[in-house]
């Protein structure tokens, strides 16, 4: 309990520490969005986004809930195709490629873009076949060798292969929910993403599984563009170099974290983050 | 660390390219399953139609029959019999029934085959040439009951020539329609060659023309003259039993669900029971059957082949359906529902009779329909209980001996003269489902409309 | 018409208990002042419950006892001199001539002076008795409504003594289900027992020959194996699942996964009319078009292949079993969260390969569950087999061959016929107990597994 609550605290310094805004703005862009709109049927859940994020940095989206940064994130792999009635308008480029461009494959693209998803899903198979899946319908594994290392390094990237390293042919669903959401990161890492979208990888966990996700977060900034959507202010200011500010479909305000949190321009901004919209 | 980010450019280039290189494989698999989808649904919704165009197809031609018009003469020469009694000539009424009843006796006795043959010969061209029994065989059986029964009812009959409809024969309206192979040697036909001759000279000059089947919905089931045989006594039959599933399954399948749903405690007891609802909806309809024979019949001694007897096993075979879907309408309604008929002083009882029931009543009144015409189709059951018997005529009462549309037509399709019942039993298919469509229709209608009130 | 007379009546007394109950109730009203419990309509209902259940307690008393009392009267009208002279049949027969006399039809044949006595006594006697137990009726329901009418003030608890009835007769109806189990399975054991006093259940479950003698007696009844029926059933069922189950689950994920909704809104109730088409008119499809088409296919790659056949009947039960398959597979794959499913297409699974390698994983028990199902509404279907297996009782592996089943053996062993005196009839309950084993075990392991499959998700 002590080296948790020790943990955490260290993840805090950690991460405060690591808040150099120049840093963050000298990294080269990853993702561009442009006008991104959707509709869901009749009805329009985004109006015009445009946004860069930047390569190998954690971006953040916070807003009150149906403020509709979950649906943006959603557009970065094309996770809404698999919605029926949603229309994306407008353009999103990775590394200058036009994701939605009808000659680009999306297995391919949610290939190299991740997803972490709320709720800790794994799939009713072992631990070690869950985060297998990714790399073998991928056909990345040349032979079994191949594929326990593969398995092995994404579960030592995500913390998770001390825990779990004696039982790798259990359920997955037998885990505790924090360890299932890491392994759900460790799923995402197998296939080798080059951006990994997570969508409130912590709002189904407590506060100890949390702290330890934000501290695998904070690491994987290393190697890895992060796209994280919460709730959490906290979260955002601890975890994130850059902040969006969504409400209404509207992205309201973005920049490096610390300035929207200390020093918002817009007055919607300031209500959220004081707490007066929510 | 230039070093280390072109390592990894390197790295996520190469798994790109083996990616790629998997996608075709993959995309096709992908196709390959969505056709198999596909293709399962075709051939899925291509048997109903199949099903459908089959019996349709086969069923169609049962919808017409072959009339004979005659010119019958009542020839005294044939009809030796004394004049019709007349009451005046009686003392007493009993004398009078006495002799009316002698007349009509003797009149039972004269050769009517006389009469239908004398017309059909009056009918047919001069130079025809066929023996008494052969040109028989062209008209119904029953023609000369129709005949005599004019007479009974109208004696001054007696040396009149009257223009009478009568059927044909089941084996002449194969003939006619085609229903067997007009080429077949004479060995493999059922009629003469001259009377087939004769039948197609009667068609030739209008003496048998075709016309829409009314016999099929207005007659009950015929063996000697099974050119008549109808639907009704097996319709009504059905009708009666379909009432009792009503009358009986309604109300206490619908009590029933209302008690597990809404004041059962939750004990093992209830458990047992839902269990064995649940059961009881997959038990074979056949061991139904066996259970309407052992305790209906052999214990109670409820009448053989009556649809009072039908009608209980059906009844216990619908419950289950009825209790289930009921129990599903009443967990659809919404808490705040009971919550505020509670809130305002109202009994449980008073919530449940006069704010939830009637909230579920399109479900309950769906699932009945749905629940009736699958009874209305259950055949197996009614033949343990003895309703497969040979009835030729209208049950009146749900005592009487009576047999269902569908034991019909497992009765007609085992008929052995298979030319002219396969179109019938085709042409009872086709009224059987007409009238589920019906139902299943009417449950739609209904259901659409109520909800859209409520 | 008696019937008539009788519900009349209690017709009658019920409105005027419900309307006195309900007027004296209305009287207590005007009384000003007075807070009353209940509502006059609890009070009407109260009066009414009183007078109906001494009134229907005697009434039902008299129909279940009644015929054994006329019974006794009637044969003590028969002198004791022709009385002897007798037997079973013989008394029967005089009874039922005793009865129609007194009922007015007559009888056939010469009918002794002391049979047209008797018919007279037991016409008067069975009028007596009918006015007896129905004013006796009325009068007990009569002074039960006196009785509860004066019961009735302000403070009686009338609706709360309704609603413990009404709850009592809601629990009547929901016992009926188990009185159903009961009686079914009662009357199968004991008949099934009565059949293994003429036959040893060694015979029955383990003979290899299916040859009752329908006209046989004592000594020749013979043979009543049960393993030509079981195996022709477990070959129609499992040629059944053949056709059904690729066919079905196909199809159930085609249209929950892939179809677009307007396909969708046609095709989902179109294989449902599947399942509502009655079993006969499936039977009468194999038989005249499905049977001849396989035997004509057959003839065309110089396979022997009957009409009627396991094929035939296998294969129309398997199109009748296709919409109860799907249907049930498609509620279970939505039942499958769909972050399941998410999760496969953020690693850039393609839509089968989700749908393959985790979707139906997923779903497995459920759609086992649903698979043992409809195994056990094949093992149980009788008109398809009935009019398109063939009725070969035969042990023998060769699917184009026609065979019997369980269920068309009950039909052949027991059509109407009731008196169940000899195995022949007998035999049926034995095969439907064998029936209902089989076909409950497999119902209860499903609805087990598909009920803890629900429950994983919930």
């Known amino acids: 309990m002590d080296m948790v609550a020790g943990k955490v605290k260290m993840t805090q310094q950690s991460v405060k520490s690591a808040m150099n805004p120049t840093d963050m703005l000298e990294r080269p862009i990853r993702l561009t969005a442009r006008d991104v709109t959707v509709h869901y049927g009749a ?25 509709g940064k979950s649906t943006f994130l959603r557009c970065i792999n094309r996770m809404n195709d698999t919605i029926e009635g949603a229309k994306v308008g407008g353009t999103i480029k990775l590394d200058g490629e036009d994701i939605y461009d009808p000659s680009l494959d999306v297995v391919e693209l949610r290939a190299r873009i991740g997803m972490v998803f709320q709720k800790p899903n794994p799939f009713p198979k072992s631990i070690y076949e869950n985060v297998a899946y990714g790399p073998r319908i991928h056909g990345l594994a040349r032979s079994k060798a191949d594929m326990d290392e593969i398995v092995v390094s994404s ?41 990994i979208l997570m969508d409130e990888p912590c709002s189904a966990l407590d506060p100890i599984a949390t702290a330890i996700i934000e501290e695998l977060i904070d690491e994987l900034r290393e190697n890895y563009t992060i796209v994280i959507v919460t709730h959490s202010m906290q979260q955002a200011a601890r975890v994130s170099q850059k902040t969006a500010f969504f409400h209404l479909g509207n992205l309201i305000e973005e920049g490096v974290t610390e300035d929207i949190f200390t020093n918002p321009v817009n007055k919607q901004t300031q209500d959220y983050i004081m707490g007066r919209i929510g | 660390m230039t070093d280390t980010l072109s390592t990894t450019r390197q790295a996520s280039l190469d798994r790109t390219q083996r990616i790629r290189a998997g996608l075709r494989r993959r995309h096709l698999g992908e196709t390959i399953f969505r056709g198999l989808g596909l293709a399962a649904i075709v051939l899925a919704l291509g048997f109903v139609a199949l099903l459908f165009v089959d019996v349709v197809r086969k069923g169609v031609p049962a919808f017409t029959q072959s009339n004979l018009h005659l010119a019958v003469t009542f020839d005294p020469e044939l009809l030796k019999v004394d004049p019709a009694p007349v009451r005046d000539a009686f003392a007493s009424q009993a004398e009078y029934t006495a002799a009316s009843l002698k007349w009509q006796r003797d009149v039972a006795m004269l050769n009517w085959n006389k009469v239908v043959e004398a017309s059909l010969r009056a009918a047919a061209p001069a130079d025809v040439e066929i023996d008494s029994r052969q040109i028989l065989t062209i008209a119904e059986t029953d023609a000369r009951h129709d005949i005599r029964e004019m007479f009974v009812a109208d004696p001054s009959l007696l040396g009149q020539t009257v223009e009478v409809d009568v059927l044909a024969s089941a084996n002449a309206a194969n003939w006619i329609k085609g229903n067997i192979d007009r080429s077949l040697g004479d060995a493999q036909q059922q009629l003469s060659a001259p009377a087939r001759a004769l039948i197609d000279a009667f068609v030739e000059n209008g003496t048998i023309s075709n016309g829409f089947a009314w016999s099929i919905f207005t007659n009950v089931d015929s063996r000697a003259a099974p050119a008549s045989a109808g639907l009704l006594g097996a319709f009504v039959g059905t009708v009666w039993m379909m009432l009792i599933v009503i009358i009986l399954a309604v109300p206490i399948g619908v009590a029933a669900a209302v008690y597990l749903e809404e004041f059962a405690p939750r004990s093992r007891w209830t458990d047992l029971i839902e269990v064995n609802i649940n059961n009881l909806a997959a038990v074979p309809s056949i061991v139904f059957g066996l259970l309407g024979a052992a305790v209906f019949i052999n214990y109670l001694h409820l009448p053989i082949s009556a649809p009072i007897v039908g009608g209980l096993v059906l009844t216990l075979m619908t419950l289950p359906t009825i209790i289930i879907a009921t129990r599903g309408a009443l967990q659809g309604v919404s808490p705040a529902l009971r919550q505020a008929a509670l809130g305002m002083g109202a009994s449980r009882t008073q919530m449940v009779f006069h704010h939830v029931l009637p909230v579920t009543f399109p479900s309950i009144l769906t699932a009945t329909i749905i629940g009736v015409a699958q009874a209305l189709g259950e055949t197996a059951p009614l033949l343990l209980i003895g309703m497969k018997a040979f009835v030729a005529s209208v049950p009146l009462t749900p005592l009487d001996q009576a047999t269902a549309l569908p034991v019909q037509i497992y009765l007609w399709q085992g008929n ?18 007409a009238v589920m469509i019906l139902l299943n229709g009417v449950a739609i209608y209904l259901r659409s409309r109520l909800e859209k009130r409520a | 018409m008696n019937a008539l007379i009788v519900a009349g009546l209690l017709l009658v007394l019920l409105g005027v208990a419900y309307q006195s109950g309900w007027s004296r109730s209305r009287g207590l009203v005007t009384a000003d002042g007075v807070n009353i419990h209940s509502r006059p309509q609890y009070h009407g209902s109260f009066v009414a419950i009183w007078a109906m259940v001494p009134a229907l307690v005697i009434l039902g008393l008299w129909a279940w006892f009644g015929g054994g009392l006329t019974r006794d009267y009637t044969v003590s009208l028969i002198p004791t001199d022709i009385m002897t002279s007798l037997d079973q049949v013989g008394l029967n027969a005089a009874i039922a001539r005793i009865g129609a006399l007194a009922s007015g039809y007559g009888v056939t044949g010469e009918s002794p002076a002391w049979e047209q006595a008797a018919g007279g006594a037991l016409r008067s006697f069975q009028m007596l008795t009918f006015v007896g137990v129905l004013v006796l009726a009325l009068v007990a329901g009569g002074a039960a409504l006196i009785y509860a009418r004066s019961r009735i003030d302000a403070r009686l608890r009338a609706r709360n003594a309704v609603e413990r009835v009404v709850n009592l007769a809601l629990l009547a109806c929901s016992a009926v289900a188990i009185l159903t189990t009961v009686g079914i399975v009662a009357s199968l054991v004991t008949e099934a027992f009565r059949f293994f006093t003429f036959i040893h259940p060694f015979d029955f479950f383990f003979g290899t020959v299916w040859n009752p003698n329908n006209a046989g007696s004592a000594g020749n009844w013979g043979s009543y194996g049960l393993l030509p029926l079981l195996v022709g059933t477990l070959m129609i069922t499992a040629i059944a699942m053949l056709v059904a189950v690729p066919v079905g689950l196909m199809a159930a994920i085609y249209l929950s996964q892939y179809a677009p909704p307007q396909l969708r809104a046609v095709a989902k109730p179109m294989i449902e009319i599947l399942a509502g088409i009655p079993t006969i008119v499936f039977g009468f499809f194999a038989l005249v078009t499905v049977g001849p088409f396989l035997r004509d296919m057959g003839n065309l790659v110089g396979l022997s292949i009957n009409a009627t056949s396991a094929l035939t009947a296998g294969i129309v039960m398997g199109i009748m079993i296709i919409p109860f398959v799907s249907s049930l597979s498609d509620d279970i794959l939505n039942q499958v969260p769909r972050t399941l499913r998410d999760g496969a297409y953020g690693l850039g699974a393609t839509q089968s390969e989700t ?15 649903a698979f043992l199902l ?18 070969a009782p035969v042990l023998r592996g060769n699917p184009f061959e026609p065979v019997a089943t369980i269920t068309v053996s009950i039909v052949n062993q027991l059509t109407g016929d009731t008196d169940f005196t000899g195995p022949q009839s007998l035999v049926g309950f034995a095969l439907g107990l064998t029936l209902f084993v089989i076909t409950l075990g497999l119902n209860i392991v499903a609805l087990y597994i598909v009920r803890r499959f629900r429950e994983q998700y919930e």
Do not use: W, Y
């Open chain 1, 43 to 67: 009805k329009q859940a985004l109006h015009g986004i445009s946004i860069d994020i930047p390569d190998r940095a954690v971006t953040s989206f916070i807003g009150p809930s149906g403020c």
């Open chain 3, 355 to 369: 749908i393959r390698n985790v979707l139906l994983p997923a779903a497995l028990p459920g759609i086992v569950g």
């Open chain 1, 155 to 195: 579960l030592r990237k995500a913390g998770l292969f001390e825990e779990v390293k004696d039982r790798l042919n259990e359920p997955g669903t037998g885990l505790s929910g924090g360890q299932q959401q890491r392994l759900c990161i460790a799923r995402a890492i197998a296939v080798g993403p080059e951006v």
């Open chain 3, 374 to 391: 409809a195994v056990s509404r094949a093992i149980g279907e009788t008109m398809i087999v009935v009019l398109a297996a063939g009725n």
């Open chain 2, 416 to 433: 052995e003269n298979r030319n002219f019942f396969e179109p019938r039993t085709a042409a009872a298919i086709m009224v059987l489902l």
